[in-house]
């Protein structure tokens, strides 16, 4: 079955980097457009970056671009997003997913990895 499997997040201090991961398995990775999302206390879930499967377009979060870098290496079934100067309004669960081609919705998810900032 298809697992996505997030991993790198953790407790930081406002300024600091990080570096999310998010392995891929049973499904043609290099055919998914594959995204990162993130939902904070008591909010929504919110999109934070797309990458088709390619990797040669990339979508941002109008709120988050500068800040936040989605990439992917198709050899190793694996999506990254890396998140600079982080804010404590950073903190939240982060979700990798997966959509297939010419789907509407994403249906693949992981279970999140936490990110919490401290100011």
């Known amino acids: 079955q298809v697992q996505l499997v997030e991993s790198g997040g953790g407790l930081v201090q406002a300024g600091g980097s990080l570096r999310l991961s998010c392995a891929a398995t049973g499904l043609t990775f290099s055919s998914y457009t594959m995204a990162w999302f993130r939902q904070a206390p008591g909010k929504e879930r919110e999109f934070v970056a797309r990458?088709?499967?390619?990797?040669?377009?990339?979508y941002y979060a109008d709120s988050l671009k500068g800040r936040f870098t989605i990439s992917r290496d198709n050899a190793k079934n694996t999506v990254s997003l890396e998140i600079n100067s982080l804010e404590p309004e950073d903190t939240a669960v982060y979700y990798c997913?997966?959509?297939?081609?010419?789907?509407?919705?994403?249906?693949?998810w992981g279970q999140g990895t936490q990110v919490t900032v401290s100011s």
């Open positions: 990458i088709t499967w390619t990797g040669g377009n990339t």
């Open positions: 997913a997966a959509r297939a081609p010419l789907a509407r919705q994403y249906e693949y």
